[in-house]
C-alpha cells in the first residue's frame, strides 16, 4: 500500500490584472457618477416620506407635487415642463396637481384651487419641503399676531439688503431697533405733504399725456411708465427731499421754499447719471442687484451687469451725499418744512438718548448713532423699493379698470365734483379732504382695486424653528411641525366668498359671486350692509400707518384684507401710500375720463362715422383684448404686466368728449344679468324732441353732444337720466320720468304693440347691438 506525502503545493497560476492610474480614475469615475443619483434619489425619497408624514400629521388636506416650485431648477425650467406636461398628457394625469408647480399659481387660480381643495387651509408636499396655503382670515390672524411662534423667513428675505441691513431683513431686537427709528417719518405731517406732492406730480403727468390738447390725448401706450415715474417722483420728494421735475415744468422758488432740492438735470462730478436715471436704473435692474455679487457686477463682461453697477454705484454715491448733507443740518440744529423719510433716519440716528443703548448682531459703533450709515440707506433704498411699485402698479391697474367698468367711473367723477367742483386742486385742503376721498368713491376704488390684484400675492411666514406650533381652523385644532413654510395666498383670501359681500353672479368668470370682477361700490356701507363688519380698530405698532380701510366703508374682517400684510410687520407706509392714490385719483378723474383706445379696430375718423351700436362693437373688442392682457400679470417682485411687451393703450378725455363710455352702464345688480347697454332710446319724449332741442338738453346736463347724430343724443340721454332719478323732479326733464312710469303700467295688450313699434324702428342696428351688447356684458 502506497502512502503519499503531501508535498509543497503548486504555485497560484491566477492572474491579476493592474489597473493604469487612468483606467482606476475613470472606474471611480463610473461609480461616483452611478452613486451620487442614487444618493440623491434615495435622500429625495427619504426626505419625501418624512414630509408626507408631517402633512399627515397635521390633519389638514394636502395635494402631493414632485417637485419644489421655488428651486433653481424649477424657476429656470418650469414653463418648459409644464408646457410639455399640459400639452402632451391626459388632464386625468396631471390637473389636480400640476396648477401648484407655477410660481404665479396663486394668481392663475385665484380663489378657485381652494374651493376645489373644499379647504382654506391646505399643505403642498414635495421631496424638499412642505409649504401651507392660507386663505383663512382667521388663521391668519392668529399667525400675524403670534410673531414668535410664526416669524417672518428673514432668509428669504437677505437679497433685500443691496445696500444695508433694514426693516425688511431684520428680526427680533435688531427690528425693533430698525422699525423705532424708520417709523418717526411716518406721520400725519409727512402725509399732508404727501398729498400736496402727489397732486403736483399728477397734474404733471396729466400735462404730459394731454400735449396741449384740450380735448383727447393722444393713444397712450406709456401709461404703465408714466405710473412708475410718478411714483418715483412723489416717493423721491417723500423719501429724499428731492423734486423730480416732468418734462417742460421748471424747479420754482416755490419749491425751494418748501424745503424741496433739485438735483440738475445733468450727472455733475463724479456721477454718470442724473439722480432720476439712477433711481429709475436701480430699480429696473433690481433683479440682477438682488442676485448678484457686487465683485461679479463690476468685472462680469456683460453689459446687463456694468449698467447695474453703474446704476448701483451711483445710487449709493447721490445716497451718500444726501446723508452728508442731512447729517450735517440735523448736527447744527437746522430745521426743514418738507417731508423727508431719510431726514427722519438721521434725526433718530443722532438722538443722544441712543448712545448707552445695547447694540444689535451686527450693528456698528458709529458716531454714537444706533443705526449706521449702511442701515440708514438701506432702509431708505428699501423704503423706496416697496412705496414705488406698489403705488405705480395700484394707479395704473385702477385706471385700467375704470375704463373697462364706465359707471364706476362716474361715480368716482361725480364725488370727486362734488367734493372739488372745478376748484384748483393746488388749492385743495388734506386735513378736510382725506376722509372725505376715503370714506367715499374714492377710497372705494383705491381698496377695490388693492382688493383684485394685490401688490404682493403671498406673504411668507414659517413656524417657529424651535418648537411645534398649534393654530385653530374652523373650530378644529391642528398642530403644525417646526419649520414648516407658510404663505398666505393673498390674492385667495382677497376672494374668499365668507368675508367679503357680492352681488351675485361674475361677469368676469361666470361664477356664483362677483369676487373675480371690479366692482368698488361693494365698499359702499349701503351696498356691503348685509355682511358683517370685523376690522379691528387699533393702531398698529408705532408710526401712524393707517387702517386698511376707512371707517366709513366696508371694514372686512381682519386678515381677510391684506394688501398692506398686517400685525407688527404690517407696511409702515400704509396711510402714506393710501394718501397718494386717493390724490392722484381725485385729480385726474375730476376733470377728465379715460376710456380705452381702438386704433387696432377703428382710426379715429371711422370712429367719428360710427353709430352707438359700432361703437360698443368695437369697444367690446377692446375691453376684451384688456381683460386678457390683464390675466397675463406676473409677480415680480409686485404685481405687474411686463413693461414694454404687453400694455393696454388708453385716452384721457376731457369730460364731455368721451367716445364710448357714456353708452355703457355696468352698475352692479344682484340680477343674473347685471350689464346694461343702451341700444336705442325708447322714451317718446326724447324721440319727440327736435334735434336742437335734444343738443341743448345734453349741454344743461353737462353731457356733450359733440356732433353726434339726433338717435345717438337719445340714446345719451335716455342713459343719463336713467342713472339719474334724481332729476325726476327737475322741469326739464319730468315727462321722461312720468311718461315711462305710465309706460309700466300699460296693459298688456299695449305694452305688446309698444314693443312692436320699438322693434321696428330698431331693427336696422338690432343684430348688431345685440353682439355688442352681449360682449360687453361677458367682458365689462
Known amino acids: 500500500m502506497l502512502i503519499q506525502v503531501p508535498g509543497p503545493a503548486p504555485p497560484d497560476q491566477t492572474e491579476y490584472t493592474v489597473l493604469s492610474p487612468n483606467a482606476a480614475m475613470a472606474s471611480l469615475l463610473v461609480i461616483v457618477l452611478v452613486a451620487l443619483p442614487l444618493y440623491w434619489v434615495f435622500a429625495k425619497l427619504t426626505r419625501f416620506r418624512r414630509n408626507l408624514k408631517d402633512a399627515k400629521s397635521t390633519g389638514l388636506p394636502y395635494v402631493i407635487i414632485p417637485v419644489y416650485p421655488i428651486s433653481l431648477f424649477w424657476i429656470i425650467s418650469g414653463k418648459l415642463w409644464l408646457k410639455l406636461i399640459n400639452e402632451t398628457w391626459p388632464d386625468s394625469w396631471h390637473k389636480s396637481w400640476s396648477k401648484f408647480l407655477s410660481p404665479d399659481w396663486t394668481w392663475n387660480e385665484l380663489y378657485d384651487a381652494h374651493r376645489e381643495m373644499g379647504s382654506d387651509v391646505f399643505l403642498t408636499v414635495s421631496p424638499v419641503k412642505n409649504t401651507i396655503w392660507i386663505a383663512d382670515a382667521e388663521v391668519i390672524h392668529q399667525m400675524t399676531t403670534r410673531q414668535v411662534a410664526f416669524p417672518k423667513p428673514i432668509k428669504d428675505y437677505k437679497v433685500l439688503d443691496v445696500y444695508g441691513r433694514n426693516v425688511v431683513t431684520t428680526e427680533g431686537p435688531e427690528w425693533r431697533m430698525h422699525r423705532k427709528a424708520t417709523a418717526p417719518g411716518f406721520n400725519e405731517k409727512n402725509n399732508a405733504l404727501v398729498f400736496t406732492e402727489s397732486i403736483a406730480q399728477a397734474q404733471g403727468m396729466i400735462r404730459k399725456w394731454m400735449d396741449g390738447s384740450d380735448k383727447s390725448s393722444r393713444t397712450l401706450d406709456d ?41 440738475g438735470d445733468k450727472p455733475v462730478g463724479d456721477h454718470t447719471m442724473t439722480f432720476e436715471k439712477a433711481l429709475a436704473s436701480v430699480l429696473d435692474d433690481i433683479f440682477v442687484l438682488m442676485l448678484t455679487p457686487r465683485w461679479l457686477l463690476k468685472t462680469a463682461p456683460v453689459k446687463g451687469a456694468r449698467g447695474a453697477w453703474e446704476s448701483y454705484k451711483n445710487w449709493k454715491l447721490y445716497m451718500e451725499e444726501l446723508l452728508e448733507k442731512k447729517l450735517e443740518a440735523e448736527l447744527a440744529g437746522e430745521k426743514t418744512l418738507g417731508m423727508d423719510i431719510m431726514g427722519a433716519l438721521v434725526k433718530s440716528a443722532t438722538d443722544e438718548g441712543r448712545s448707552d443703548q445695547k447694540k444689535s448682531p451686527g450693528q456698528l459703533e458709529s458716531n454714537k448713532r444706533g443705526l449706521t450709515d449702511e442701515n440708514i440707506i438701506g432702509n431708505s433704498f428699501v423704503m423706496l423699493l416697496a412705496g414705488h411699485e406698489t403705488t405705480a402698479n395700484t394707479i395704473h391697474f385702477a385706471l385700467m379698470e375704470l375704463a373697462m367698468n364706465p359707471s364706476s367711473q362716474r361715480n368716482l367723477q361725480k364725488e370727486v365734483h362734488t367734493l372739488f367742483g372745478d376748484s384748483d386742486p393746488k388749492t385743495w385742503d388734506y386735513a378736510d379732504s382725506v376722509n372725505k376721498l376715503l370714506g367715499g368713491m374714492v377710497g372705494a376704488t383705491m381698496n377695490e382695486m388693492l382688493r383684485l390684484m394685490p401688490p404682493v400675492t403671498n406673504i411668507p411666514k414659517s413656524v417657529s424653528a424651535n418648537q411645534d406650533q398649534t393654530i385653530v381652523v374652523d373650530g378644529q385644532k391642528h398642530t403644525l411641525p417646526k419649520g414648516l413654510y407658510i404663505n398666505f395666498n393673498v390674492v385667495s383670501a382677497h376672494r374668499n366668498p365668507k368675508y367679503w359681500p357680492s352681488k351675485g353672479v361674475s361677469k368676469v368668470s361666470g361664477k356664483p359671486d362677483d369676487l373675480d370682477d371690479f366692482v368698488p361700490e361693494r365698499w359702499l356701507k349701503q351696498d356691503a350692509a348685509d355682511h358683517v363688519e370685523e376690522d379691528s380698530e387699533e393702531e398698529d405698532f408705532g408710526g401712524f400707518t393707517g387702517k386698511s380701510s376707512s371707517s366709513q366703508l366696508f371694514r372686512p374682517a381682519r386678515g381677510s384684507f391684506l394688501p398692506f400684510s398686517d400685525g407688527p410687520r404690517s407696511c409702515l407706509g400704509r396711510r402714506l401710500a393710501q394718501v397718494e392714490l ?68 388708453a385716452r384721457l378725455v376731457k369730460k364731455g368728449e368721451e367716445r364710448f363710455i357714456q353708452y355703457i352702464d355696468n352698475r352692479p345688480s344682484s340680477a343674473t344679468t347685471n350689464t346694461c347697454v343702451a341700444t336705442m332710446s325708447s322714451s317718446s319724449f326724447l324721440q319727440k324732441m327736435r334735434k336742437a332741442q335734444l343738443e341743448e338738453l345734453a349741454t344743461d346736463l353737462e353731457l356733450s353732444p359733440n356732433g353726434q347724430k339726433k338717435a345717438d343724443l337719445e340714446i345719451l340721454i335716455d342713459s343719463y337720466l336713467t342713472r339719474h332719478p334724481e332729476l325726476s323732479t327737475d322741469a326739464r326733464v319730468a ?32 343684430r348688431r347691438a345685440t353682439k355688442a351688447a352681449d360682449e360687453l356684458t361677458n367682458s365689462v
Open 223 to 263: 401709461i404703465p411708465a408714466d405710473s412708475m415715474r410718478v411714483a418715483l417722483h412723489i416717493i423721491s420728494a417723500m423719501g429724499f427731499g428731492v423734486r423730480l421735475l416732468w418734462p417742460g415744468d421748471v424747479f420754482s422758488k416755490e419749491d425751494k421754499d418748501s424745503g424741496l432740492i433739485h438735483m
Open 582 to 649: 386717493i390724490a392722484m385719483l381725485a385729480v385726474i378723474f375730476q376733470k377728465y375720463s379715460i376710456e380705452l383706445a381702438v386704433d387696432e379696430w377703428a382710426s379715429d375718423e371711422e370712429v367719428a362715422k360710427m353709430s352707438v351700436p359700432e361703437k360698443l362693437e368695437v369697444y367690446a373688442k377692446a375691453v376684451k383684448k384688456a381683460k386678457a392682457v390683464i390675466r397675463t400679470a406676473s409677480s415680480m417682485i409686485t404685481l405687474k404686466l411686463n413693461f414694454g411687451q404687453t400694455y393696454i393703450p
Open 735 to 766: 315727462s321722461f320720468y312720468k311718461r315711462r312710469s305710465t309706460t309700466h303700467e300699460l296693459s298688456p295688450v299695449k305694452k305688446e304693440q309698444l314693443s312692436a313699434d320699438v322693434e321696428k324702428i330698431a331693427k336696422v342696428t338690432k
